[in-house]
T-cell receptor, first 114, second 113 residues
């Protein structure tokens, strides 16, 4: 199916473990984004990517690593998960990087770090 | 410091009446503004946008008003329907550059039948 998907949808892990959240889009959009949504903070940008092998930090990048070896995939890795990284994570993609380019969001991954 | 502020965490409106959601911004470089709508367990979806060269943009029941001097925008929904119950995020960016969107904290709208 065309669109943007995230996996897993729910994940429980323990402090110190490595976790990778997957994001896949079928539109061949150039830009992809990772956000986290927390109560009282709204949506905050973690990392974004303008194309394969091009990534850039957002507002809250600490503790996260991204890669983009293929246009359609943009995995987000928490190298050593902390309780403060308990959140809902949204991946998004857009055709271009201008604000007029609509961002299309995935359904989200709810991550709990114990 | 928050650059995009939605000071009302929640709003309750009767079906058929007008819903007004407010958003304030502090960065004078912002010149493009968007509203996203989010249902539970789903990702946000784009609703409507406005460029700073306009003061109003309308799409069906949804209208966004921009007051640049006050650094304020509002989303009007008329008439409100129960299906409009969702969290609404205001977002802003500098259209002239490749600056990422900055989102507000969101306002939860409940439309009561």
């Amino acid at each position: 199916d065309a669109g943007i998907t995230q996996s897993p949808r729910y994940k429980i892990t323990e402090t110190g473990r490595q976790v990778t959240l997957m994001c896949h889009q079928t539109w061949s959009h150039s830009y992809m984004f990772w956000y986290r949504q927390d109560l009282g903070h709204g949506l905050r940008l973690i990392y974004y990517s303008a194309a394969a092998d091009i990534t850039d930090k957002g507002e809250v990048p600490d503790g996260y690593v991204v890669s983009r070896s293929k246009t359609e995939n943009f995995p987000l890795t928490l190298e050593s998960a902390t309780r403060s990284q308990t959140s809902v994570y949204f991946c998004a993609s857009s055709e271009g990087g201008q604000s007029t380019d609509t961002q299309y969001f995935g359904p989200g991954t709810r991550l709990t770090v114990l | 410091d928050q650059q995009v502020k939605q000071n009302s965490p929640s709003l309750s409106v009767q079906e058929g009446r007008i819903s007004i959601l407010n958003c304030d911004y502090t960065n004078s470089m912002f010149d493009y503004f968007l509203w996203y709508k989010k249902y539970p367990a789903e990702g946000p979806t784009f609703l409507i946008s406005i460029s700073s060269i306009k003061d109003k943009n309308e799409d069906g029941r949804f209208t966004v008003f921009l007051n640049k001097s006050a650094k304020h925008l509002s989303l009007h929904i008329v008439p409100s329907q129960p299906g409009d119950s969702a969290v609404y995020f205001c977002a802003a960016s500098a259209e002239s550059g490749n600056t990422p969107l900055v989102f507000g904290k969101g306002t939860r709208l409940s439309v009561i039948a």
